[in-house]
Nanobody, 121 residues
Framework: QVQLVESGGGLVQPGGSLTLSCAAS????????MNWYRQAPGKQRELVAG?????????ADSVKGRFTISRDNARNTVYLQMQMNSLKPEDTAVYYC?????????????WGQGTQVTVSS
């Protein structure tokens, strides 16, 4: 059974740090790009950072230099992490782990349940 389980959210003061983790269970995920999205109240879900199956990374401009995404492809589970430094109140959102594969005829997407990150003094 494939599933994505996130952890690591919480309340942090501005300028602080948090690490988000996601365990993607299923051997298929080693071939998937892994991403972190976030959704703030009243806003659309946005891509924060992504890492390809080969390890190439990309970041939203708003988090470049502050967030770092990484992955570890274990035997049947992909462990995804995102280190978030110098957090700002505008980083407050629900963060979602996503696994994406672009097939020949369709895309495949799996989502975690989300974890709340609140940056406030």
């Amino acid at each position: 059974q494939v599933q994505l389980v996130e952890s690591g959210g919480g309340l942090v003061q501005p300028g602080g740090s948090l690490t988000l983790s996601c365990a993607a269970s299923g051997s298929i995920f080693s071939r998937y790009a892994m991403n972190w999205y976030r959704q703030a109240p009243g806003k659309q879900r946005e891509l924060v950072a992504g890492i390809s199956s080969g390890g190439s990374t990309n970041y939203a401009d708003s988090v470049k230099g502050r967030f770092t995404i990484s992955r570890d492809n274990a035997r049947n589970t992909v462990y995804l992490q995102m280190q978030m430094n110098s957090l700002k109140p505008e980083d407050t959102a629900v963060y979602y782990c996503n696994a994406n594969y672009e097939g020949f005829t369709r895309n495949y997407d799996y989502w975690g349940q989300g974890t709340q990150v609140t940056v406030s003094s």
